[in-house]
């Protein structure tokens, strides 16, 4: 009696073992799962996902003196479902900038520069292939004018991405280009362009952990013809993971522009914290 109640024990034991071992595999396995989930969103600039970047560019070597300028965009993405078919995908960027003297004789400027607020429309149920497109528009918000342009300014903007499931790869661009259409009439006329190829390679066997070439190309219509373009070259590296219960994306970027304007920064290192609030 007594071996078979030992024997019963040990089979209840053994059975228990078992099963919470499957428990934390099938629990580490999702945990995987969810990591590279939330590393793709995070990557697509129209997810239909909350999401809260806090996106620092330090620009070296910037204006006459060479001197650093740091802009930190606070970039809040917010989609909004229309209906079963469509969604509104809002982004918004916020930008407190540190902008370093242009003569000796000058302080350094911190304050507010101009806001932009973009709005794609995107299928709710897209493919391998993603695209949304609508407007940007651009506001005279900055606290001190060397901060920004004194324009309100409008245009279009796109984007299209490929997201295959199971590839490790995700690739796309983003394109505008903002006129300005009102604002100082003392200030010049505003007419950029900004393109943003990128590509992500997300590591299968290190879920939630990538790579990222994703430079800011941009072009200045106004400018003249040896100041037009910004053309940078680079890598970043980024990370899914968890602070408590929270998903966040952190990332660290450096791009030199092989192609920029005369006392442009050389060197763009960008620093990034993105709370991201899954449904």
Avoid: C
Wanted: without cysteine; proline residues 8%; glycine residues 8%.
């Amino acid at each position: 009696m007594q071996s078979t109640r030992a024997g019963n024990a040990a089979l209840t034991a053994a059975t228990i073992l078992i099963a919470a071992l499957g428990l934390a595999a099938g629990t580490a396995e999702a945990a995987e799962q969810d990591a590279t989930s939330l590393a793709k969103a995070a990557q697509n600039p129209i997810a239909d996902m909350i999401s809260l970047p806090f996106q620092l560019n330090i620009n070296l070597n910037t204006g006459p003196e060479k001197k650093t300028q740091e802009v930190l965009n606070i970039q809040p993405v917010i989609p909004v479902n229309l209906n079963p078919e469509w969604n509104l995908i809002t982004r918004t960027i916020v930008p407190l900038i540190s902008q370093p003297q242009l003569t000796p004789a000058q302080d350094r400027t911190n304050g507010l520069g101009d806001v932009q607020f973009s709005a794609f429309l995107s299928p709710a149920r897209p493919g391998a292939w993603i695209w949304g497109g609508g407007v940007i528009v651009q506001a005279p918000t900055a606290s001190d004018d060397v901060l920004g342009q004194g324009k309100w300014g409008l245009g279009p903007t796109a984007v299209a991405l490929h997201m295959e499931k199971g590839s490790p790869w995700l690739y796309g661009a983003l394109i505008n280009n903002v006129w300005s259409v009102g604002g100082d009439s003392d200030r010049a006329d505003v007419n950029q362009m900004l393109l943003q190829p990128f590509i992500n390679y997300n590591f299968p066997h290190h879920p939630g952990l990538y790579l990222s070439f994703s430079p800011i190309i941009t072009a200045n219509w106004e400018a003249s013809s040896g100041n037009k373009w910004t053309v940078p070259l680079g890598l970043g590296i980024g990370q899914i993971m968890r602070w408590g219960r929270q998903p966040v994306n952190l990332q660290a970027a450096a791009y030199y522009n092989v192609e920029r304007p005369d006392f442009a920064p050389n060197w763009n290192i960008r620093l990034q914290v993105q709370f991201l609030f899954p449904k």
